[in-house]
C-alpha cells in the first residue's frame, strides 16, 4: 500500500500523511525544536530518488488542521531483508515530532498496527531523547555516541577548547602547508569528495554508497549540502560533506588519503566548516554518530569539546535478543568484505544498499 492509500483510512485518530506532497509539511519542520535536516524533503527527495525509499509520516493532526506532530517514516520494500518502516534510512538519527510520551505511544500502537496488517517485519525509530518510553514496546538493538559541538561561544573560545596537540597544532600546520581549499557542490568537487571516501570505506573493509546516491543528494538538497576539498600540489587529500537545517549545520561523510594525514587536513577542513557556520549563524555542529567501540572517532570528535549523549536505535515489535547480535552481524559481514578487492566493494554496495536502509 502507498501513502497516499493510507492517508485516505485515518483510524483512532491518526493520519498517514506523505511529506512530499502535503503542504504543511516544511512548515513544521522550520518550527518544531527537535527537527533535523533529516525530516527536509531534500533529504527525503534524495532516499527516493536514489533508492526507491517512499516517505510517510503518521500524526494526529487531520487534513484540515494545522500539523502540529508527526513520526516519520520511510517504507524499506525488499525482498533481501524484508519489508519494514524505517526512520529513517542512512539517517543518524530522526527524532519523532511529539509534544508528550502519550502521543508517542498512540502515534507507534497504530504504525504497529499497520506492520501487523501488513506483515512487514519491523518498525525502526533512532533517537537521542530520553523522555520518550521505548521499553515497554520496543527492543533496543544498537546504541551510539551522538556528538554536538556549541557553537555559540567566539571562534577564539573555539579553539582554544580543542585539543592542543591533535587539532590546533593540524590546524597550525594546514595553515603553515598553504592546503588549497575549494568550497561547494560542483560536479568536480562530487567526484574528489567520492574518490576520497571509496579510499576511507576501503582501508575500513565496508563497501562505499553509490556515486548516484551522493549526486542524487547534492540535486535535492541545494544550497543546504556543501562539499569541502583540501589539496595539496592539486591534488585532494580529505573532503568533508555537510548539511543545513536552521541553525545546526551537520556533518554527514568524510574521507581522506592517510598518506597525507601528518598535514592536518581534516582539522582544517572542519575549522574552515566551523568558521562558515558561525558567519551564518548557526549555533551548533552536529558531528554525528559514532559506534561505541570505534575509539579512534569517538576520540577525535571529543578533541574539538564536542559534548556526547546516547543515541539508540530502537525496533518494534519487542524480541527476545541483545544489541550484540546485531553488532557481532555487522562484524562479520566487514570480515568477508576484507577479502573483496575495491571493484567488488563497489559492485556489493550498489546492489546491498538499497536493501540496508
Known amino acids: ?44 527527495e534524495g532516499l527516493q530518488a536514489a533508492y526507491g525509499y517512499e516517505p510517510i509520516a503518521f500524526t494526529t493532526s487531520a487534513p484540515t488542521e494545522t500539523l502540529t506532530n508527526a513520526v516519520l517514516f520511510c517504507m524499506v520494500r525488499s525482498w533481501l531483508t524484508g519489508s519494514r518502516f524505517v526512520s529513517l534510512p542512512f539517517s543518524d538519527h530522526c527524532e519523532p515530532l511529539v509534544h508528550d510520551a502519550d502521543q508517542f505511544r498512540k502515534l507507534c500502537a497504530h504504525v504497529e498496527s499497520l506492520r501487523k ?75 574528489q569528495l567520492y574518490g576520497l571516501l571509496q579510499l576511507t570505506r576501503s582501508r575500513h573493509h565496508v563497501p562505499p554508497q553509490p556515486f548516484e546516491w551522493f549526486q542524487n543528494l547534492v540535486a535535492c538538497m541545494g544550497k543546504d549540502v556543501c562539499i569541502r576539498i583540501a589539496s595539496k600540489d592539486s591534488l585532494p587529500i580529505a573532503g568533508i560533506l555537510t548539511l543545513d537545517h536552521g541553525k545546526t549545520m551537520v556533518y554527514k561523510y568524510g574521507g581522506s588519503d592517510t598518506r597525507f594525514n601528518n598535514l592536518g587536513a581534516t582539522p ?42 546516547v543515541l539508540t536505535t530502537w525496533r518494534m515489535p519487542k524480541v527476545a535478543g541483545s544489541p550484540y547480535f546485531e553488532h557481532f552481524k555487522a562484524r562479520l559481514a566487514r570480515g568477508v568484505c576484507t577479502f573483496l578487492p575495491d571493484s567488488v566493494l563497489t559492485m556489493a554496495g550498489r546492489f546491498l544498499y538499497p536493501h540496508i536502509g
Request: net charge positive; aromatic share 10%; hydrophobic share 40%.
Open 268 to 309: 582544517m577542513l572542519f575549522w574552515r566548516a566551523i568558521k562558515e557556520a558561525k558567519e551564518a549563524g548557526m549555533e551548533e555542529l552536529d558531528l554525528g554518530r559514532s559506534d561505541f567501540d570505534n575509539e579512534g572517532l569517538i576520540a577525535f570528535k571529543r578533541r574539538w569539546s564536542a559534548t556526547d549523549s
Open 117 to 191: 496488517e501488513q506483515r512487514w517485519k519491523y518498525v525502526e525509530l533512532r533517537s537521542a531523547n530520553s523522555l520518550l518510553e521505548f521499553d515497554k514496546e520496543f527492543s533496543r538493538v544498537a546504541t551510539y555516541h551522538l556528538h554536538r559541538l556549541d557553537l555559540r561561544p567566539s571562534l577564539d573560545a573555539l579553539r582554544k577548547g580543542f585539543h592542543k596537540d591533535c587539532i590546533q597544532r593540524k590546524i597550525s600546520r594546514a595553515e603553515r602547508e598553504s592546503l588549497t581549499y575549494e568550497a561547494g557542490r560542483s560536479p568536480l568537487l562530487l567526484q
Open 1 to 44: 500500500m502507498s501513502a497516499q492509500g493510507m492517508m485516505l483510512s485515518p483510524k483512532n485518530g491518526v493520519w498517514a500523511i506523505d511529506p512530499l506532497q502535503d503542504d504543511r509539511w516544511p512548515p513544521l519542520i522550520a518550527r518544531h525544536p527537535n527537527a533535523s535536516v533529516f525530516h527536509t524533503r531534500g533529504w527525503l
